[in-house]
């Protein structure tokens, strides 16, 4: 992970990413006292410490987009970044409590950790030490907590996820009129094979390649997907030979919910070699990992909380006990379009990525996907978790006719398992 060439060839891509991602600001206190709602004073932004705990370092994609987006929301909100103290890759076990105790002991006002499985640690934190706000991203336990200084948030990222399978489908849309693909890449039914390396057999993951799909059959219906896991977040390896197996079964477009530049790599040698191959990422730009074969990726913009929370601290204020947001408030993105893009394409970005925006457009919209070859019209989501709370029922996330995705709570809660998709390796 901390080899020399991957270091490098990370921060080219970051770089190029940084490009295509537009800053977000917001009001600022700068080095002024600030002031709550109620007109009382608190410190300085300038003298308020923040503790952060990161499961990965600067080379690794998803950690490295929440580097950048907590240095541009201390600049937004006067925080100096001398006052930002780091914890760089906190395995998920008993070492993140004990990173959150060290950061208290040092002054810190709250403690941010940006990986699910510190949520457990993080919550442990917040019950030793009330006076200090804890947030445990992607998480989806402080609801049920009954803690008040603890919090979980996410982004809407199943929007961008959407927006980057509308990509990908406008590329099989010329692939297919191109006559440039062979049987190898149609299944049994005559449909186009795409498909997705994933982490884990998550909720978040699982969100995230079912919105990809959408998306993709939001401009070419007949297709069909395969997805892989690699049980890691971060594995390079796994990720290039998972890429390998589906481009082998004649997938065509793979998408990714894993961290590294892995999958692209691998897809750019194959397209190089003539396979009509292209990759779908996440986090960062891979363009400079796969010019010919990459078409974008989902990205999260993540200053945009990061900016509401610490304003929330320097005003001695609550951070949002669940927080998740997305094209509306530019929190999510799509990467630049790589030149092998279909023509059209920024077109019919600009066109959905507006939908999503007014609302006339729903992701997960019910009349898009069948369970078993039926409509849906309810799923109740577990809100209890590993609470065993009878008080707290499941609650329904279908109404008006869609899936209301990081509504009821701010992690992604969509776990069906839709037609058209294939699970290969999940356990």
Not at 277 to 283: H, L
């Amino acid at each position: 992970m901390k080899k020399k060439l991957v270091s490098m060839v990370l921060a080219t891509v970051m770089t190029a990413s940084l490009a295509a991602c537009g800053e977000t600001t917001a009001p600022t206190t700068g080095g002024q006292t600030a002031t709550t709602d109620n007109g009382g004073s608190t410190a300085a932004a300038s003298d308020v410490k923040i503790g952060v705990i990161l499961v990965g370092d600067e080379n690794e994609g998803y950690t490295y987009a929440h580097i950048d987006g907590i240095k541009k929301a201390a600049a937004n909100v006067g925080i100096s970044e001398d006052n930002i103290l780091w914890k760089y890759s906190v395995p998920e076990d008993e070492s993140c409590y004990e990173a959150a105790v060290d950061l208290v002991d040092q002054g810190c006002k709250a403690v941010f950790s940006n990986s699910y499985g510190h949520q457990s640690f993080m919550q442990q934190a917040a019950g030793d030490f009330a006076d200090v706000q804890f947030v445990a991203m992607t998480g989806d336990t402080a609801a049920m907590s009954g803690l008040s200084n603890f919090s979980n948030a996410f982004t809407n990222v199943y929007e961008s996820r959407y927006v980057s399978g509308v990509v990908a489908g406008m590329k099989v849309a010329e692939l297919v009129e191109n006559g440039a693909l062979s049987d190898a890449n149609y299944d049994a039914d005559g449909k186009v094979l795409i498909g997705y390396v994933g982490a884990y057999p998550y909720a978040e993951v699982v969100s995230g390649y079912t919105a990809f799909f959408l998306g993709v059959q939001s401009i070419y219906k007949d297709v069909s997907m395969e997805v892989t896991y690699t049980n890691s977040w971060f594995d390079i390896a796994a990720e290039g030979e998972a890429a390998n197996a589906l481009m082998a079964d004649g997938c065509v477009i793979i998408g990714q919910h894993a961290d590294s530049t892995g999958a692209p790599a691998a897809i750019q040698a194959a397209n190089a070699q003539g396979k009509p191959v292209y990759s779908v990422g996440y986090n960062v730009d891979m363009l400079s990992v796969a010019p010919d074969a990459a078409l974008t990726s989902a990205t999260n913009n993540w200053s945009v909380y990061y900016t509401d929370a610490f304003n929330a601290v320097v005003n001695g204020q609550k951070i949002p006990t669940d927080w998740s947001k997305g094209y509306a408030d530019d929190a999510v993105a799509i990467t630049a379009l790589g030149a092998s893009a279909a023509e059209g394409t920024q077109a019919k970005v600009d066109e959905v990525i507006a939908a999503i925006k007014d609302g006339s457009l729903h992701v997960f919209s019910t009349d898009s996907f069948t369970v078993g070859g039926s409509k849906l019209d309810s799923h109740k989501v577990d809100m209890n978790g590993d609470f065993d709370n009878e008080d707290e029922e499941d609650k329904e996330a279908i109404w008006d006719g869609y899936f209301h995705e990081s509504e009821l709570r701010a992690a992604p809660s969509f776990d069906l398992r839709i037609d058209g998709i294939k699970e290969l390796t999940a356990e």
